[in-house]
């Protein structure tokens, strides 16, 4: 496939694939993905083993590196992690110039990107330990930017990070802890956010990852690409989508909760009007994060949140979806964003919040492609094709006579 694209290139002739469906822009040994039959695996180990068995911290290692740690690897990876979770104080000040109602992912990839501002010598992307680095200066303060960009948001004071907690602990006290009161994490709520982080932490080549690459292959450095990568995420149909699932179904209850009327509108394809958190590029099956949310989804709301109307409506709305011919010729299926905004709901983050979810859970994924990028000596700029539909020469026409 390598040698007929690089063939296909020399003969000047251009695939024309808007939404590049059938592209290939590069080889990666990260994530594999089998669309028909609904599979994903990161480095060869199946989501679903690493979902039972494995925790947030070691998945991104496995991504970053390429292999599980040892203990010894694994308790050195968190120890440089931990070291790294301080905002510059100045850093700190740049939140106070965002209106209070801004939306957490411009605050967050504005935060990414000054990042940059702050390291400048060591922003080299071919120098080894300037990456690395780098890696554990994002992996250590990307949950620390989010939670200030929460803080904000409530205009509650920051909090610094404790150290002897672990990433996603560390994270969920910096959210919801006061600096008066002590704040114990939830077990339960901690192992949720842990796993859903697992569940999103790669994708392969998706809207985002895919611009981390583009971006880093002009060799910008990791906080530019990523930042770049967080705004890829912002849009409704990739990372916003579960925010959108969220109002959508908040929707549905609010006019009676009849989903048939839902999916009349969207088979009737009212402007603007789609079944948010169902479909897929690639998946054109069940989507296996979904499978293993749904299973965790039922219990996690019993206990923390004492059920949850919503998540009735957004079973009853599954089930008829799934019975229904329009959705299954057209293979739209559940993906992972079905059910995780009910999750965060549960869990207590606004809804506005739930991308940025996503984008800690993603962040290992895209460190690992833009190392994996840069890495590759096949790397060349990103630079697609275009076919011209515009105005063949013409002349220049003075002002007077237009
Ligand atoms: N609701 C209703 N119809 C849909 C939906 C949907 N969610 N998704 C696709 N379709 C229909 C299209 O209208 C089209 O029908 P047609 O052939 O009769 O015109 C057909 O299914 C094929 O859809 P495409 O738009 O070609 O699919 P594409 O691969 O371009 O889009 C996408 C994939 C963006 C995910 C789409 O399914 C969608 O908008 N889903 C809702 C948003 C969403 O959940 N996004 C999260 C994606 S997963 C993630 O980022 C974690």
Partial sequence: GIELGKLLAQTGYITYDPGFVNTG??????????????????????????????TFIEVSYLLIYGELPTRQQLDDFTSRINRHTLLHEDLKRFFDGFPRDAHPMPVLSSAVSALSTFYQDSLNPFDEPNVELSTIRLLAKVPTIAAYAYKKSTGQP????????GLVENFLRMTFGLPAEPYEVDPDVAKALDLLFILHADHEQNCSTSTVRLVGSSEANLFASISAGIMALFGPLHGGANSAVLEMLEGIK?????????VNRVKNREEGVRLMGFGHRVYKNYDPRAKIIKQTADKILAKISGGDELLDIAKALEERALSDDYFVERKLYPNVDFYTG????ALGFPTKYFTVLFALGRLPGWIAHWREMIQDPATKIGRPRQIYTGEKERDYKPISER
């Fill in 254 to 262: 609010a006019n009676g909760g009849d989903v048939n009327d839902f």
């Fill in 25 to 54: 822009a590069a080889s990666s040994a990260i994530t594999y993905i089998d669309g028909a039959e609904g599979i994903l695996r990161y480095r060869g180990y199946p989501i679903e083993q690493l979902a039972q068995n494995s």
């Fill in 342 to 345: 009910l999750i965060y709901r």
């Fill in 158 to 165: 920051f909090l610094y990070p404790d150290n002897s907690l």
